[in-house]
């Protein structure tokens, strides 16, 4: 902290305003400007990482040199729309140590917002040739064939061969939508419509969204994940750490230029009112006393921002009923904003009926936390949501249901608050170290469970996944230290293990401070952790005790697939009570879960699974042939058809449950409009409903929820400790 406070002082001296250069796109005259004070942020946010970022000494001014094409991959991530030259043109112009000193001394990216003025116009132009395009002929039973991914492709070399590409694209578009079973026409209503959009939602581009893309790119120089965040973007992630915002409660969207309420959130002012619902529009917004503005068209953020607001003032809202277009039905509402509570990410759990192998029902809780979320330091913290607090309470309703074992599913958690995953984990434990920190300079700290309360001692399974990542980690990791736990899932967790801050740049330099305007933040990797023993869980994660077959060891979502990610290392272990599970309490589970891998028909199910999806990731390119799609279409849909039933029957075997949570569920989410992005969707096998908290047939979840059971009832013929806390 000492170093960030002698950053500040020195910010105060020289970060000075600087007479704002305009430098014209040679191509065409950019219509973006940078933000006020944008200068001193961008300067600010390069101090910081030249200052405070861990891995500052990895990046010079020659790193600089991946700036231009990072940056050409975040607008065009799929190679369709810039030319090989523009590339080549862009490289020449922004050479390295230019773009460096640039941005050092004055804070300018202008390049970002000529090269976007360059992508601007490529897409206007493709869009028109598209719509011209789509006029004409098609031969969908040519012999050809579309790359599915084109993310390392070269980009076209020249507009001829731009061209040539967008013809196979669209055919690949296409033909998609034929496999929907619509029309020749219909599918080039559908794509004309799909690119009108990305034409409008280009143009709803502001000078902060470009910025905010551009100087993460150069962040993530650094580590993949540290950013800049522009001021609204900040604020949303304020939003998502507290689980708590100030508005009316109700989740937009936009369609087809109209801001639509998808959800409207328990206990908020407008499920309280009662008078909108799911698929209502709103027509306009008007501040209390102030004149209506009609939102038809308007970019969703600024829709947002307008209806946000101040706790107790009061927001009037025109809306347009779901079940009536016409004017007559449109009504008036006014609505008092308040603090509301996104329940549906808060954790919650359930108690699972599990019969022992005499068949007797043994209840076992499963706590769900999809993020670590926890009061930040803006307010006093009291009345904001915790992830610890959270479940100390679920573990409270669970143990008055008598549970004999638990569950703790960290498979969809990201991460969160260090803070929250230290005093989640002493719920478990006596007291102890939970994780080490170390800085740049070496400087190891250790955090330590100072509580010595223990809210839960029995036996614990751990269920993670390769999406567990950071927080999740530390838990995971720390617990499996301990020997209190025993973690089961895929071959491993995420692989992050780093620590971030985030600053908010206001308060670091007072020029940005003044006039009480909101400012961008930064997120930096400012330090390391490792667990109790001295390991780290960067790149490796924390491997499973019990692994269990998965998709996601086949997929590029780990932390070795992240581009500048740290490398990995260890420390010297820290002096905590505790010590992994022995080989003679793990191997009868480990033992038990590979029989029961090896013939229960879930696994083989499961196994299937993964065959098929391997098989896909290995078809690099997708056929142009119409009628060869649809006779892979015909056998795919053979084979999730099967699947699907043999899914149902599973399904049968599921234990029953009945569920713990903080809050009334939400309402059913209204479900999703056929996705019109780039993935071959019709090739994924289908997801569970999203409104399910504990969709059926869940592998991973019934086979820990057998690995508590034998650690309740240990397999025969070796004895297995049960896994408790520490006396």
């Known amino acids: 902290m000492h170093l960030l406070t002698r950053f500040a002082r020195r910010a105060r001296l020289t970060l000075l305003p600087v007479l704002f250069l305009v430098v014209a796109c040679a191509e065409q005259e950019s219509r973006f400007r940078a933000p006020p004070l944008l200068d001193i942020e961008a300067r600010t946010l390069i101090k910081l990482l030249e200052e405070v970022h861990y891995n500052r000494d990895a990046v010079k001014s020659s790193t600089y040199s991946e700036v231009i094409p990072d940056y050409l991959t975040v607008l065009d991530g799929q190679r369709l729309f810039f030319l090989e030259t523009d590339k080549a043109g862009f490289v020449e112009r922004y050479k390295p140590d230019s773009l460096y000193w640039t941005l050092t001394s004055m804070g300018k990216i202008d390049a970002a917002y000529a090269i976007f003025t360059v992508y601007q116009k490529r897409v206007t132009d493709r869009v028109g040739w598209i719509q011209q395009a789509l006029k004409g002929e098609f031969d969908l039973n040519t012999q050809d064939s579309y790359l599915i991914d084109r993310s390392k492709a070269e980009w076209p070399g020249s507009v001829e061969d731009a061209d040539s590409l967008w013809q196979q694209r669209l055919r690949f578009e296409l033909i998609k939508e034929v496999l929907n079973k619509k029309t020749l026409d219909e599918a080039k209503k559908n794509v004309g419509k799909r690119y009108a959009r990305l034409l409008k939602n280009m143009g709803d581009m502001e000078s902060s969204d470009i910025s905010e893309m551009f100087l993460g790119c150069i962040a993530r120089l650094y580590d993949p994940h540290s950013t800049y965040f522009s001021a609204d973007t900040y604020e949303d992630f304020g939003i998502q750490m507290r689980l708590q915002l ?7 969207s936009i369609e087809d230029d109209q801001c639509v309420i998808k959800d409207v959130i328990p206990g908020g002012p ?25 939102v038809i068209g308007m970019k969703l953020r600024k829709i947002v921002d307008m209806i946000r607001g101040a706790k107790g003032t009061r927001v009037n809202l025109l809306i347009e009923p779901a079940d009536g277009a016409a004017s007559a039905t449109r009504k008036q509402i006014v609505l008092t904003r308040n603090v509301v509570n996104l329940d549906s990410s808060r954790a919650h759990g ?29 307010g006093d913290g009291k009345a904001q949501n915790s992830a610890t607090k959270d479940i100390e ?8 249901a008598q549970i004999h074992g638990l569950v703790l599913d960290l498979r969809r958690n990201g991460g969160g608050l260090l803070s929250e995953a230290i005093s989640l984990t002493g719920l478990f434990i006596k007291n102890g170290p939970v994780v080490q920190v170390r800085s740049y300079s070496g400087e190891i700290k250790v955090d330590d469970d100072d509580d010595s309360s223990i809210s839960y001692d029995g036996p614990l399974a751990v269920l993670v996944s390769r999406f567990s990542a950071s927080a ?20 491993s967790t995420h692989g992050k293990g780093s620590v971030q801050t985030v600053l908010e740049l206001r308060n670091l330099v007072p020029q940005l401070a003044r006039g009480g305007t909101k400012s ?16 780290s869980t960067q790149l490796k994660g924390v491997e499973p005790d019990v692994v269990l077959p998965s998709v996601n060891d086949f997929l590029p979502i780990g932390e070795s697939d992240l581009p500048h990610a740290l490398a990995w290392d260890h420390i010297a272990s820290s002096r905590f009570n505790g010590q992994p599970l022995a080989s003679a309490q793990l191997t009868p589970l480990v033992s038990a879960s590979a029989q029961r891998q090896s013939h229960l028909p879930e696994f083989a199910y499961q196994r299937r699974a993964i065959d098929w999806f391997k098989a896909r990731q290995e078809q690099k390119s997708v056929s142009l042939n119409l009628d060869q799609r649809q006779r892979e279409k015909v056998a795919d849909e053979v084979f999730k058809k099967n699947m699907k039933d043999e899914r149902k029957q599973l399904a049968a075997a599921d234990y029953k449950f009945t569920e713990v949570l903080l809050a009334p569920p939400s309402p059913p989410r209204a479900k999703s409009a056929n996705k019109d992005d780039d993935s071959t969707a019709e090739d994924d096998e289908p997801e569970a409903d999203e409104n399910e908290r504990y969709p059926s047939a869940d592998i991973p979840l019934r086979e820990a929820l057998r690995v508590v059971q034998d650690l309740i009832n240990p397999p025969a013929p070796t004895k297995v400790a049960t896994v408790t806390a520490s006396p």
Do not use: C, H, W
């Open 472 to 491: 999740s980690e530390i838990v995971a990791g720390a617990l499996q230290n301990y020997g209190r736990a025993v973690i089961v899932g895929d071959s």
């Open 270 to 294: 407008a499920d309280l009112d009662k008078q909108i619902k799911s698929n209502d529009k709103i027509i306009s917004v008007a501040q209390d006393g102030g004149e209506p503005v009609e």
């Open 350 to 378: 359930a108690v699972f009926e599990v019969p022992d192998s005499q068949g007797k029902i043994i209840p076992i809780g499963v706590i769900t936390l999809p993020t670590f979320y926890g009061p930040d330091m803006s």
């Open 246 to 252: 100030v508005g009316i409660g109700a989740l937009l």
């Open 393 to 400: 309470d679920i573990l409270t309703r669970m143990k008055a």
């Open 520 to 535: 961008g933040a930064t997120k930096l990797t400012v330090q390391k952790f490792y667990l109790p023993n001295g390991a």
